[in-house]
């Protein structure tokens, strides 16, 4: 038996150029992270200048969801078709230009406008990005190596948001809006100089625009039936029906693919048990953890009256490992593997969310919160880059793209969902009085985002069961007894 781990493989190094261009794609990937996060803390500033509702206050969040993952499909295959260099630039313009207007509108519809569009731009830089990474570095240590550093500057991104919008709301929320424009727009004018051009692969191979069309309303649709569901009631008639909607759309854009000779996801792909399992393990992964952000959030200033910038700090011990272990986590990789490194990170995972049901009306940061924050940041930074990792190995250059608004799909949809139904869990028995009932009111949720995690364990757990079953190899059968005539056969199970 030959095992392929056992070889060694000549590390190469980067040229500068090759680093630049990694660090572009890192600066946008930075920023779509960031902007999730960052307007949380900023919320109760904006509605007070504003003078808005908690209905439109939720749409500053969701506003950016619906665009960003109602959309990625669409923002996939765009890349693939049009060329990912141009595809990535103009979206990051847009995305900087957004971002200017948010910082600058004074009323509520329009600041939810340029979120939308902010989302919408995420949604072809988040796959183009990652594309553009996969088809220019090797699959192996090298692409390892730069997704592992792709990956951790997103967890960096969304976890530093937190701290930034903490530091900035005691000044202005507007700063934490404006502050994208500057940085994306810098890190537009490196990446025309820096980003390889790339063909347009799809140059007359045709479009799938039915496919295009029902895809992307069935996600948005999907998104929005979702977010909107704890105020409208998960049984009620409207609920339900966008359910439906949502079902008879995707019935009929699998129909599509199917009979498409160019379709936007080629449904070929979800038959590879190693890109469902990156699929459901990324949505069970960041939905569970936007869930345990925002109880943690409500909890820290409602019941403990942390201050915004106190609530941010408190975070950062996660957000700092995460950062700190960037350059590791690709040679973890190629040692161990993706199922092996994606169920150690979910075990650290579930283990952090179990250890915060500790949490009372006065706990000790250094024994009860602390921990779980840096098995959770330790869990982020070997989780995030090996999804990524093994959602595109093995994939062919013009299917990246396609692969990679998949994964960013599953993430964003997965976090909308899971967010929705701790949200439902929290305020399933009406309005709480007393801190203690509110902390009660809590714990349901709490447990709902452990059980995610270890949903998302268990998924992983069956890859790896499969794994040991068909443990690469390299047998040679000889048979003396029957075709004695024929060559060797060399056997090649993976």
């Known amino acids: 038996m030959i095992s392929p781990l056992n070889v060694p493989v000549p590390q190469e190094r980067w040229s500068p150029r090759l680093w630049g261009t990694l660090l572009v794609l890192c600066a946008a990937m930075f920023l779509d992270a960031l902007d999730v996060s960052m307007v949380g803390v900023a919320l109760p500033s904006i509605a007070t200048d504003l003078d808005l509702s908690t209905a439109s206050l939720q749409w500053i969040v969701s506003g950016y969801i619906l ?9 996939g295959r765009a890349a693939d078709l049009l060329g990912r260099r141009r595809v990535f630039l103009i979206a990051l313009a847009v995305f900087a230009l957004a971002s200017l207007l948010g910082g600058l509108v004074d009323s509520g519809p329009l600041l939810i406008a340029s979120r939308f569009i902010k989302g919408l731009s995420a949604a072809f830089t988040a796959p183009a990005g990652l594309s553009i990474i996969t088809t220019t570095f090797k699959e192996g240590p090298q692409r390892n190596r730069a997704l592992a550093i792709y990956t951790t500057c997103a967890a960096t991104g969304f976890s530093m948001g937190l701290v930034l919008s903490g530091l900035l709301t005691e000044v202005s929320w507007r700063l934490t809006m404006l502050l994208p424009a500057p940085v994306a727009l810098i890190a537009l004018v490196a990446g025309i100089k820096l980003i390889p051009r790339s063909s347009r692969d799809g140059a007359g191979k045709g479009y799938d625009v039915p496919g ?3 895809g992307t309303a069935s996600m948005l649709l999907l998104v929005f039936t979702v977010v909107q569901a704890p105020e409208a009631g998960w049984a009620s008639a409207r609920t339900l029906l966008s359910f439906l909607a949502v079902a008879a759309l995707l019935t009929v854009f699998v129909a599509i693919e199917r009979r498409s000779s160019h379709p936007l996801i080629r449904l070929g792909v979800l038959r590879s048990g190693s890109q ?3 699929n459901l393990g990324a949505a069970t992964f960041f939905g569970s953890y936007v869930g345990f952000q925002f109880l943690v959030t409500q909890y820290m200033q409602s019941l403990l009256g942390w201050s915004a910038l106190q609530t941010a700090l408190a975070f950062l011990p996660a957000g700092a490992l995460v950062a700190l272990s960037s350059t590791k986590i690709g040679s973890v990789v190629d040692r161990f593997g993706t199922p092996r490194v994606i169920a150690t990170g979910l075990t650290l995972l579930v283990i952090g969310y179990a250890l915060f049901l500790r949490i009372d009306l006065a706990p000790s940061y250094a024994a009860v919160i602390l921990p779980s924050m840096l098995l959770i940041g330790a869990a982020c930074a070997l989780v995030f880059p090996s999804l990524n990792i093994q959602a595109t190995n093995g994939v062919e250059d013009h299917e990246q793209g396609m692969v990679s608004g998949l994964l960013n799909t599953s993430i964003q949809v997965g976090g909308a969902i899971f967010l929705a139904v701790v949200t439902a869990v929290i305020t399933a028995g009406g309005e709480a009085g007393s801190p203690q009932e ?4 809590f714990r349901p949720g709490l447990v709902v ?5 270890v949903a998302g364990l268990l998924i992983t757990l069956t890859g790896l069961r499969t794994r040991r079953g068909t443990t ?5 059968v000889k048979s003396l007894q029957e075709n004695a005539d024929e060559p060797e056969r060399v056997a090649v199970h993976d």
């Open 67 to 75: 665009g960003y993952g109602g959309l990625l499909l669409l923002g």
């Open 212 to 214: 295009a069309v029902t």
């Open 472 to 476: 690469q190899s390299v047998v040679v």
């Open 276 to 278: 469902i399992r990156a």
């Open 438 to 441: 509110v902390l009660d009111s």
């Open 449 to 453: 985002v452990t059980a995610v995690a």
